[in-house]
């Protein structure tokens, strides 16, 4: 009998929901762990605090002598909060996040004790940056990198560690972590967008990119997860026979949340509101073990710092309830996977959110012209995006009938498709004023009652208008929702500056009303962005087909999608805008085709281990059982033993079809592995493995998947897709 998968279960079924304690308002301890305005306020000098704040809010430096007041405070603040360390946190292109603690503690040589923490040390830190992935940036006798303080996301506490969001940064410049291009790409997007609001209101000075993400997970015990050394190494199941049951009935969507699983989202529910990130929404999912999780959305660095803390916040607090929480975009095959849609949107520092209608005309004008801008962004640079979401993991979501496809469009219901279209028939300069009249009361006049009718909400497009923000659904639920939204912002920002142009050119060249320039500059980005919108189903085959004709990309794979990054327009696009030079985006390029090579690398060796150490030898074994009983029925019944034993002796050849196949499948995966491990490049290497060696897991899986049925259930090792996913 197989000892560990029968343990697991038995492991599994004792288990009773662990207590929590929850405060009686969770308004009465939001943000309690964080450095906030109101704990700086506190804690530091009225200089400091305004000198955090002027960085907060116009990117000022502060300087050290400041620096050295803040971290006092900082530091005070932190001890009176039961902290004993610090360190700088970030977000390495690992994908997770990193930190190295130090104590505040600090022996003086006179043997005096104290605790210590100045300036220098909240502003910047040189962490061993050697063994992260810096895409050939720094040589290895060179690997110095350091961290410097983001003021713009505050500090935090987690456990008895002082948090300080960092950039992480090679010695020569170059970014080597998440956040520094998309904040460079948060700065483009502000400027870009501030001048255009300013042809709508004066008063505009800042414009913010906000962020609510939705997060898609699943739970699964940890004694079942274990059991699994897929799981375990790869996030994923890399074989096992589908459950008779599913999701087919749809009662976990609509069900009730478990009660374990319960307290674990009230658990790290109250943790997410010590640390103050606003988790709102938590509700089952489609797939059986399977949950989402959603925020009130903040801007967008805020929010992509608050979505890493929380997925840490998540894997440690399932760990105290006995979970494993999977991030993985796939992690059962056969039953939908999970995603991360990525809500985006403008607002302003006047409190207008710039892809919200308004109530007058003029608003609605500019509501347009942001809404326009970003489709006619999206249709210049698709391949960018897809690029910008491309992993190993997301592709087995993307285009699989459960997630958008892997080309990119843009959906934006009806009634708008309707304002566009009559936008496209503006005049071609002047405008008459009857036609501005029409304009203003029957199109840009009508836009709120069209939008709060607009409940059509087509769930198959992978970037969608929804009434006041757009939603990227194609991000992927392992990832860094940084990647996406630096491209986005980076994309937005540079059609807005073309924007600007244009319109003042119209202004000044063709004696155009304002109006009537932004009028005709619409008019023309309508035309021009028109193939990347798309109304209908983007799941179906016919989709493919027009999109082709279209023109749009489809790029299936990782490995082809990634290209887009390292075209001479994205590279140029990031250039010029100041977010990543060129060698910075080469560098992402290297390493995310590297890490695609690895990740399938890791799923060719353990699929090879898992079918040769636990597949085949319990085949072996049972087929031994029904050999011994062939034998026993011949020695009974002698030459008649055939018609009794027909069936036995069926599957003992079926079983050793099946190993031959999984025995031929593995030899030539090998094969095919070495070869890619050898190839010229990294990129070749990736093509190989995506094309080459991927192919062989489909092929080996089937032929083990049939043994997981074939073979007596006792026997097996490997916990089953209806344990993983039924028992609680
Ligand atoms: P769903 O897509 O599941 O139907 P909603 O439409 O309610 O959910 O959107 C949920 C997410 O959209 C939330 O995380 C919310 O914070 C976010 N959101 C709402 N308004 C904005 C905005 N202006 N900018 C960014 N995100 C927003
Ligand atoms: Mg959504």
Redesign the pocket.
């Known amino acids: 009998m197989s000892t560990l998968r029968f343990q697991a279960i038995k492991e599994t079924l004792n288990r009773q929901p662990i207590p929590v304690t929850e405060p009686e308002r969770r308004s009465s301890i939001f943000g309690k762990h964080v450095f906030n305005k109101s704990a700086m306020r506190h804690h530091l000098t009225k200089q400091a605090y305004k000198s955090v704040m002027s960085a907060m809010e116009t990117g000022t430096k502060i300087d050290r002598e400041i620096a050295d007041h803040i971290s006092t405070g900082m530091k005070d603040w932190a001890i009176q909060n039961g902290a004993t360390h610090y360190t700088h946190w970030f977000q390495p292109l690992t994908g997770s996040t990193a930190e190295k603690h130090d104590a505040f503690f600090e022996l003086e040589m006179s043997g005096e004790v104290m605790e210590k923490f100045d300036g220098g040390q909240l502003v910047q830190q040189e962490p061993d940056a050697s063994s992260f992935p810096n895409g050939g940036i720094r040589n290895t006798f060179e690997a110095r990198g350091y961290t410097a303080w983001d003021p713009t996301s505050p500090a935090f506490i987690m456990g008895t560690t002082l948090c300080i969001p960092t950039v992480f940064v090679a010695y020569t410049g170059e970014a080597l972590d998440f956040k520094t291009p998309l904040l460079r790409s948060l700065q483009s997007i502000d400027q870009a967008a501030t001048a255009v609001c300013k042809y709508f209101d004066k008063n505009v000075s800042k414009v913010v990119a906000?962020?609510?993400?939705?997060q898609e997970y699943f739970l699964i015990d940890s004694a079942l997860a274990s059991s699994r050394p897929d799981l375990d190494l790869s996030g994923r199941t890399l074989l096992g026979h589908a459950s008779a049951k599913g999701q087919q009935l749809d009662d976990h969507y609509f069900g009730s949340i478990p009660a374990r699983v319960l307290n674990f989202m009230r658990d790290m529910e109250t943790e997410c509101m010590l640390l103050g990130i606003p988790v709102?929404?938590r509700h089952n999912e489609v797939a059986p073990n399977q949950f989402e999780l959603?925020?009130?959305?903040e801007e967008a660095n805020l929010a992509v710092d608050h979505n890493s803390l929380l997925m840490d916040v998540m894997r440690k607090t399932a760990a105290r309830h006995h979970f494993k929480v999977l991030f993985h975009e796939k992690p059962f095959a056969g039953i939908n996977g999970s995603g991360k849609?990525n809500?985006?949107?403008l607002?302003t520092n006047t409190g207008v959110?710039l892809?919200?209608p308004g109530s007058t005309p003029m608003k609605n004008l500019q509501f347009l012209t942001f809404f326009i801008n970003t489709i006619k962004a999206v249709h210049d640079h698709e391949e960018l995006i897809r690029a910008s979401i491309a992993s190993a993991s997301n592709d087995h979501r993307l285009g699989a009938n459960e997630a958008p496809p892997a080309i990119i469009s843009v959906f934006i219901g009806s009634q708008l498709t309707e304002v566009l279209d009559q936008l496209e028939k503006v005049t071609d300069g002047k405008l008459t004023p009857e036609e501005k009249t029409d304009l203003k009361l029957n199109v840009v006049g009508k836009i709120p009652e069209v939008i709060l009718d607009n409940t059509d909400?087509n769930r198959t497009s992978p970037f969608a208008f929804?009434?006041?923000?757009f939603?990227l659904r194609a991000v992927g639920s392992i990832a860094n929702c940084a990647n996406p939204m630096t491209v986005l912002n980076a994309i937005v920002a540079k059609q807005l500056i073309e924007f600007k142009k244009e319109v003042d050119a119209l202004i000044k060249d063709k004696k155009l009303k304002k109006d009537e320039a932004i009028f005709n500059v619409l008019r023309e980005y309508i035309k021009k962005s028109k193939k990347i919108r798309f109304e209908g189903d983007g799941y179906g085959e016919a989709w493919a087909k027009e999109a082709a004709k279209r023109g749009l990309s489809n790029n299936k794979t990782t490995p082809t999608a990634l290209k887009a990054k390292i075209s001479k327009k994205s590279i140029a696009l990031f250039e010029e805008l100041n977010i990543m030079s060129k060698i910075e985006s080469e560098a992402r390029y290297e390493i995310e085709i590297e890490e695609y090579a690895m990740r399938i690398q890791i799923e060719g060796r353990l699929l090879g281990d898992i079918a040769r150490n636990h597949v085949i030898p319990t085949a072996i074994r049972y087929q031994n059982t029904l050999i011994e009983n062939v034998r026993g029925l011949k020695e009974i019944y002698g030459k008649d033993f055939k018609k009794i034993a027909h069936e036995q002796m069926e599957i003992i050849e079926e079983i050793s079809d099946h190993i031959a196949k999984i025995n031929k499948g593995i030899t030539d995966m090998t094969e095919a592995r070495k070869k890619a491990n050898n190839a010229k490049d990294a990129v070749e290497t990736a093509h190989l493995y995506c094309d080459e060696v991927k192919p062989f897991f489909e092929e080996i899986r089937y032929h083990c998947d049939k043994l997981e049925i074939l073979v007596d259930d006792e026997l097996w090792p490997l916990t089953k897709y209806r344990e993983l996913l039924f028992t609680r």
């Open positions: 906000t962020l609510g993400w939705e709102k929404t959603a925020p009130i959305f849609h809500n985006w949107s607002s959110n892809l919200g909400r929804t009434g006041n923000k939603e």
